[in-house]
């Protein structure tokens, strides 16, 4: 059964201007899908035939959903944890946690790792209460360039996201203030990025331009040479995906599920532990400069490696699978 109009079957998801990051993008993206494929989605969670959110809902709306036997799907992508989170974080992971154990009949995980940390901090559920499905990005806006930039003389690294950790910068830029007498290049920083980390923007070869629209963002990735990526423990990153789809070697720590998504270029991955949950004492900007060192002095092959590789991470697929799991899901209502 395909899931749309005509089956009259109704489907609750949260307005997007309630979420902003990862989950903003991904509802925009899935509304997006929805409304492409004809499919049916109220605003009253209580009259719907499925409620899916992402992260976290009200309990007291779960609650009464629960005693109407409606299917509530939860998406996840990590957790809150210490000593990395302050106290209303991990009261807020708490939340989530009940949730996931109260009230998820379903619950769908972004990456192999996020099922592990979750597994790990709130408890396993059975086979037929989870899937993994990969975030994926618009192909009609993120896509690699046809022409082909020689970087012999000038590399053009850029990162991306809402820089609001010092390991999401730090790592970075220090590894370049020491590679600045061994080749040229510049560093674009696209997104927003708190106070306190401005000064990391205080380098002659850095080129910050701020927060951009998915278009800008996909262009500027289209004109760079190599993406440089720095996050502890990450789920499944959007700035990644998009970085993958627009064709470009990244290079980051192997960190989270960094090895799942760019498993095709594993050694621009700089080792940091084998830990489940990693520590940013462990992101030593040392080995993230040898990695970096190693895409430039071998850029044409790892180029040509993720230029293959572009066409992965499509949201189509994505929204599909989505779909196919809620179609599973609506005809095995709870009992």
């Not at 379903?106 to 989870?130: H, N, R």
């Not at 790892?302 to 994505?318: D, G």
């Amino acid at each position: 059964m395909f899931w749309n109009r005509r089956t009259q079957k109704k489907l609750f998801i949260p307005k997007v201007d309630k979420f902003y990051g990862g989950p903003k993008t991904f509802l925009t993206n899935l509304s997006k899908y929805l409304h492409e494929k004809g499919v049916k989605t109220i605003s009253d969670p209580l009259n719907s035939d499925l409620i899916f959110f992402p992260v976290e809902f009200p309990k007291e709306i779960l609650e009464k959903a629960s005693k109407k036997k409606i299917p509530i799907v939860q998406r996840l992508d990590g957790v809150f944890y210490e000593p990395e989170h302050n106290k209303a974080q991990l009261e807020f992971d708490n939340y989530v946690k009940e949730i996931y154990l109260k009230y998820a009949n379903y619950v769908i995980f972004q990456s192999e790792y996020s099922k592990s940390q979750c597994f790990f901090k709130y408890g396993e559920k059975s086979p037929d209460q989870f899937s993994l499905i990969v975030n994926g990005v618009d192909k009609t806006i993120f896509y690699p360039s046809d022409s082909e930039h020689d970087p012999t003389n000038f590399i053009r690294f850029v990162t991306t996201g809402n820089i609001r950790r010092k390991e999401m910068i730090e790592p970075i830029v220090l590894a370049l203030d020491e590679l600045r007498t061994e080749f040229n290049f510049e560093l674009t920083v696209v997104g927003k990025i708190t106070d306190e980390l401005k000064p990391y923007l205080n380098r002659d070869y850095l080129n910050y331009v701020g927060p951009k629209e998915l278009q800008e963002v996909s262009k500027i990735l289209r004109n760079s040479d190599i993406f440089l990526f720095s996050f502890l423990n990450p789920a499944c990153p959007n700035s990644v995906i998009e970085a993958v789809s627009t064709g470009l070697p990244v290079v980051s720590f192997d960190s989270g599920s960094m090895k799942e998504l760019v498993g095709f270029n594993k050694d621009l991955l700089a080792f940091v532990s084998d830990d489940l949950f990693q520590n940013v004492k462990d992101f030593k900007y040392e080995k993230l400069k040898e990695k970096i060192k190693l895409c430039v002095d071998n850029f044409r092959k790892y180029k040509k490696e993720s230029y293959l590789q572009s066409s992965l991470y499509s949201f189509e697929t994505c929204g599909d699978q989505y779909m196919e799991t809620f179609n599973a899901i609506i005809n095995q209502k709870p009992k």
